[in-house]
């Protein structure tokens, strides 16, 4: 059975030079990450992250950021939507 390697991290560096091995040198993905002891789904994730120039990563992670933000802002706005729902609800069986 295999070991779980949950938790580690790699630097910048690490992720990079693992997508030149598949990228530009043609090792297959399934070997480069058997041989740097990482995932194969962690290795499509830094070739997907990694094979675009740093210009249109850092404009990816402003985007990631921005829609995490909006994502955050719509589950508080639709939580006090439903607890005004509630109030007027309560509200209106207390006056009628």
Do not use: C, N
């Not at 090792?27 to 990694?50: C, D, F, M, N, Q």
């Amino acid at each position: 059975m295999e070991e779980k390697k949950s938790g580690r991290r790699f630097t910048e560096e690490f992720k990079v030079e693992a997508v030149r091995q598949v990228t530009e040198r043609g090792h297959p993905v399934a070997e480069v990450a058997a041989r740097l002891g990482v995932s194969t789904y962690s290795l499509y994730g830094w070739i997907k992250r990694y094979s675009v120039s740093p210009a249109q990563r850092v404009q990816q992670d402003g985007q990631a950021d921005e829609i995490r933000r909006l994502k955050a802002e719509l589950r508080r706005v639709s939580e006090e939507r439903d607890i005004l729902k509630k109030a007027a609800a309560y509200f209106a069986k207390q006056s009628g």
